[in-house]
């Protein structure tokens, strides 16, 4: 059975960090793309950051790059979204993904449950 369980959210100040976890299960981690994304209300699902299977290629949004950073641990199964210089703008439910590499939509793979991120002026 496949799990994808997020934690680490929060409410924090604007300029403040947070660090979010994805602890998984039930597939072989290192095969797939884990990714992070995020949905605000009343916005559509924004893709965040992703970590590539094979070459370890990390890539990010342009309205995160440079604040935030996304890592993972096979041993551990867990992959991790540092936040930093968050801003209100950041305030959305962020969900982790695993899908493999050849997947052409983020559907393709798994979700978690996603954890609540606000950010306070």
């Known amino acids: 059975q496949v799990q994808l369980e997020e934690s680490g959210g929060g409410l924090v100040q604007s300029g403040g960090s947070l660090r979010l976890s994805c602890v998984t299960s039930g597939f072989t981690f290192m095969a797939y793309v884990m990714s992070w994304y995020r949905q605000s209300p009343g916005k559509g699902r924004e893709f965040v950051a992703s970590?590539?299977?094979?070459?370890?290629?990390?890539t990010y949004a342009d309205s995160v790059r440079g604040r935030f950073i996304i890592d993972r641990d096979g041993g551990k199964r867990t992959a991790w979204l540092q936040m930093n210089d968050l801003k209100p703008e950041d305030t959305a439910v962020y969900y982790c993904?695993?899908?493999?590499?050849?997947?052409?939509?983020?559907?393709?793979?798994?979700w978690g449950q996603g954890t609540q991120v606000t950010v306070s002026p």
């Open positions: 970590f590539a299977s094979n070459s370890g290629r990390t």
């Open positions: 993904n695993a899908a493999h590499p050849w997947a052409t939509t983020p559907d393709e793979g798994y």
